[in-house]
C-alpha cells in the first residue's frame, strides 16, 4: 500500500512516479461479480461492510492500484433543510423493466418556479453519528481504526442538479431562448454550493480526502493553526458533462463561469468525466487550483498532451464498451500501448470506470489490468 499510495503522490504531484498508476472501477458489475446470493449477513450495516471488504478482497485480486485505508471511514451524518434539499421535488419517470433507463420530470417548469427553490442550511446529527461509529467500533474497533469523515455536502458539477431541476433538454434550450432563466438557475446552485461550504467549515469536521484512488495525493493546503481544515486542504472534484454538447463559449458562461468561484475554494482541483473536452481545453485551463485534467474516451489525447500536457496531471480514461466487448484482448493492449507511448514523459493515470457490465468476460478486469500496467512500465 506504501508503494501505490507514493505512486499515485507522485503523479498528481507531477513528480516522476516508477511508473503511471492504474485503476479500475467495476460500478454496475459488481453485481455479476459479488450477486446478492454471495453475502451472508441480512443486517443492512453488515451486509454493506461485507460487501465492501469482499470488494477489496476482489480488487487486490485484480491487483490494479487500488490505495486501501488503514482506517475504516464513517460519514458525518447531517440533515437537510428543507429535507428535499431544494425545496421542490425532483422527479424521474422509472423504468420499466428496472434497469432501463429513466426520463426526467422537472419541477421547475417556468421561470417564476424558480421562486419556489431555497436555500438548503444543513446540520450535523451528533448523536446519529456518534451511535453510528460507536457501532463500527464494536465490530472492527480491535482490527482497524474508525474515522469520522465529512467532506462537501452538494457537488461543484452543478450541470447535474440544474438538470434535475430543469430537465436537460429544456436546460439546453434555455441557453439560446431563455437565457436569464439559465443564469438564475446556475447562480442559484453556486450560492448554494458555497453556502453548504460555508456550513461545513463551521462545523470544524472536514477530514481530508486526499486517500482514495484518483485523488490520493500529498497533503493539501496549510495546516490551521486551530486545528480545523477547510476546504484548501481538500480536493474537488467536478465536471461539465450535461454541457458536452454546447460551444466552448456556452460552457464557459453557463457552467464555468458559475464552477470557479468555488473551485476557487478548494486546494486542487480535477475536472472532467466523460464529456469531450477537446475544444474547451483552454476554458479548462483558467480554472484555479487545477490538478487533474480527465482525458475521456472522446476527448482527443493528442490535444490534451499539446495544451496541457506539461501543466496537470492527464487521467487518461478507457472507453469502457471497448474494453469489455472485444473478445481479443490483443487489441485491447495495443490501444494501451499505443496511448501509453504517446504519454511518456507526461504525468498521466489509467482509468477505467463507468463498467455497467463484463459482458461474459469475468476475468477482463485482470486482463486490462494487467496490460495496463504492462504499458506503464514500457513507457515509465
Request: some cysteine; hydrophobic content about 40%.
Amino acid at each position: 500500500m506504501a508503494a501505490i499510495k507514493k505512486r499515485w503522490a507522485d503523479v498528481n504531484a507531477l513528480r516522476k512516479p516508477d511508473r503511471a498508476p492504474v485503476w479500475c472501477r467495476p460500478v454496475g458489475c459488481w453485481k455479476e461479480i459479488i450477486p446478492e446470493t454471495m453475502l451472508a449477513c441480512t443486517d443492512p450495516l453488515l451486509r454493506y461492510l461485507e460487501r465492501h471488504f469482499l470488494q477489496i478482497i476482489h480488487k487486490r485480486a485484480i491487483d490494479d492500484d487500488q490505495p486501501v485505508d488503514d482506517f475504516v471511514p464513517v460519514a458525518a451524518a447531517f440533515q437537510s433543510d428543507p429535507p428535499n434539499v431544494w425545496g421542490v421535488e425532483i422527479g424521474r419517470h422509472a423504468p420499466s423493466p428496472v434497469g432501463g433507463a429513466w426520463a426526467y420530470d422537472p419541477p421547475l417548469k417556468e421561470i417564476r418556479d424558480i421562486a419556489k427553490l431555497r436555500l438548503p442550511r444543513f446540520t450535523h446529527c451528533a448523536e446519529r453519528t456518534r451511535a453510528h461509529k460507536a457501532r463500527i467500533e464494536d465490530l472492527l474497533g480491535d482490527i482497524l481504526p474508525v474515522r469520522i469523515v465529512a467532506e462537501p455536502l452538494l457537488s461543484a458539477t452543478l450541470g447535474t442538479a440544474a438538470a434535475d431541476l430543469r430537465g436537460l433538454e429544456q436546460m439546453m434550450l434555455d441557453m439560446a431562448i431563455e437565457p436569464d432563466f439559465c443564469h438564475q438557475l446556475m447562480a442559484y446552485l453556486r450560492d448554494a454550493a458555497l453556502s453548504a461550504l460555508d456550513q461545513l467549515e463551521a462545523t470544524g469536521l472536514i477530514t481530508p480526502n486526499n486517500t482514495g484512488p484518483m485523488t490520493c495525493s500529498d497533503p493539501l493546503g496549510p495546516a490551521p493553526p486551530d486545528g480545523n481544515l477547510t476546504c484548501k486542504n481538500l480536493w474537488c472534484m467536478a465536471n461539465s458533462q450535461e454541457f458536452d454538447q454546447v460551444s466552448p463559449e456556452m460552457w464557459e458562461e453557463y457552467c464555468l463561469a458559475y464552477q470557479k468561484p468555488i473551485f476557487d475554494r478548494f486546494g486542487a482541483v480535477g475536472y472532467g468525466c466523460c464529456e469531450n473536452l477537446t475544444q474547451k481545453i483552454d476554458g479548462v485551463l483558467t480554472i484555479p487550483n487545477l490538478r487533474i485534467l480527465t482525458c475521456s474516451a472522446w476527448t482527443n489525447l493528442d490535444v490534451v498532451i499539446e495544451k496541457a500536457g506539461k501543466q496537470c496531471c492527464i487521467m487518461w480514461r478507457q472507453k469502457a464498451s471497448d474494453v469489455v466487448f472485444p473478445d481479443d484482448v490483443q487489441r485491447i493492449r495495443r490501444d494501451l500501448m499505443d496511448g501509453a507511448r504517446r504519454l511518456h514523459g507526461y504525468r498521466y493515470q489509467i482509468v477505467l470506470r463507468e463498467l455497467e457490465t463484463l459482458a461474459g468476460h469475468p476475468n477482463r478486469l485482470h486482463e486490462w489490468t494487467q496490460c495496463a500496467k504492462e504499458a506503464a512500465e514500457t513507457y515509465a
